[in-house]
């Protein structure tokens, strides 16, 4: 059984190993090993020139990593929140034009990993809730993996990818255990994985929300109400072939989002349902999201984010109306 | 009276700087024990160990002077008069907070006592007291603006852009890097090869000012010259104070590689709180029953605050906010 830091660790160590153009950009990730252990061990193995430490400083954290790549390293930017890096935002957007403005002739194969999610405490800037800006920049790949096994093989995809591409990874999965097998672990991008089948509604989940998709599914299945549950996974590009033909199966569909709602992957996923699958849809499409109310205190934050308990009672609403 | 180059300090404003270097750590420590109880939710960022700079720098402030404070900010919100009630409220997440609850330790603000925010996004202070100073230049009156900020934070590019503008306009800035050494686990040193930040101010055309941050009245006496440049429009300083964190980089956490011992030794037997009182005994400008009073008042004040913040209930979560965003 590894957590999804370990998994995400092993990931790291058998790319660098693979291939020396990889190194890893980040903040405190000498000795200590990163904010989130995410690097612990493997200064030891590669070096301190290849784990390489940089001083909190947004523009050129993103700035050098974008130079390395473009002079033909792999970098990885190490987890770190958003806010750490977010005004290195616009470097990102320009640099992931790079390769269609060359013709291919130049690529940014960048991967950043950036912790995310609520809960702990963590107000607005630590929650880093942006994962729309990343979603609509053009030349990005996000993923929001929901397992250490997906963890694993979505960031040893990433890191091979000439793409740049965003991990957005939830710090409430950061201790989850899953046993991994020895195979090669690589995940394609682009695609959705169907994990609970059901013919009453499709719930699309993705990140932190699949673990509440998955219990309160159960808790419905109990109950004799069966729900199709897709991990979306990949935020950008999305997978609509999936989500469409579940949604055709079912004819309705409910989105539960690990982030706020305004302008978010969910609302991009509806209009996209509705233009494609409007005459297939029996409801309206159901959703769920952080509250915009979070915030700091305890009872702020557990009204306002979503729960295995308050989304099995969203959904037997939902499935009754 | 101690006597200085520039200035005499009254026994008076010896035994303030004293109570409230006190209080400070007063709430720091009882701040570690509710971390441990579970009462604080988010991150703690104490600032015991760095109490002479916070107060040396406040202690020059009016009430309608504004101040900008990071994430490590219980110091500063002190020392520019917040409520204890307010602060233990917020850091408890109740609706007597400074901010209702809803932003926890690294976001103390307060129109009413001029701290215009504590933010977790490092450098922020920087720049936003550069805007600060703007509209205090503009409304052409003497007030002032202090930015702290840590000597992480001035490794980062809205330092450089920051001080280069408020040295430019001469705006009525007082900038202060706490320089406690490290920005998280990773050393100042071992991140660049110029570590005196007061050059750079320099470099940009500040006044810039070396000072050992766990003597208050060495910081107070700099911060005296800085606050009536400022004042009469003569411009921005920068002062860098060495000064050394007497807890982790947050409440809970475990830091490996741990801070060198001989390190942490030297720093710890350099304690602000503990010099200064000997300094005060010594050169008799307080007594012994003095100094023990300031101890037992601050700490009664500090229960008494720990105690209505606990009593205090929290907020519900159907607020205004969501209202306004719907
Ligand atoms: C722009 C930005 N980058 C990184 C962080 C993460 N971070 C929070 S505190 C901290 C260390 C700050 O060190 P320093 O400025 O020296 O302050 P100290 O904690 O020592 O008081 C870091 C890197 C942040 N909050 N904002
Ligand atoms: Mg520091």
Redesign the interface.
Known sequence: MKTYIEATREALAEELAADDRTVVFG??I????G?FRSTSGLIDVFGKDRIR????????LVGAAIGAALAGLRPIIDLISP?EIS?GLAHLVQAASTESLSQGTLVVPITLRLATGYG????R??AGDLHSLWTSTPGIQVVAPATPYVGKGTLKSAIRSNQLTVLLEDRGLFETRQEIGDDECLLPFGEAECLVEGDLATVVAWGAAVPWALGAAKTLAEKGQRVEVIDLRSLAPIDLKTIGESCVKTGRVFIVEPSLPDCSVGSELIARLQETCFDYLDAPIGRMNV???V???????A??IPSVDGLFHSLKDWLTE | MAKSGRLVLLADTLLALYRNMARIRAVEKRLVQSFQEGL????CHSSMGQEGVATGICQHLRANDLLFSPHRGHGHAIGKGMPLTQLFGELY??VTGC?Q????G??LLSQEIGLLGSS???GATITEAVGAGIAIQLERSDRVVVAFFGD??A????FHEGINLAAHWKLPIIFVCENNLY????KFE???AQSRVSLRGRAYGLHGIDVDGNDVTAVYEEAYEAVRIARVGDGPSLIECRTYRARPFVEGLE???ARPLSERDEWLGNDPIVKFASKLLDADHASAAEVAAVEKEVVQEVLQAHRDAVEAP??????A??AA??
């Open positions: 903040r405190d000498g000795p200590s090993g904010v430490s940089f001083p909190l400083g947004d523009h050129v806010h005004g702990m405490g963590a107000v800037d630590q509250d915009r109310s915030a700091y205190s305890p009872t702020l934050e009204n306002a | 604080i939710s988010g991150d997440g109740r901010c609850g809803k932003g926890g690294r976001n977790g996004l490092l992480g934070a490794l980062h590019g809205r920005a998280d686990q990773t071992d991140l660049t830091e490996k590689p929290f907020p519900n979560s159907n607020s906010e969501t965003a719907e």
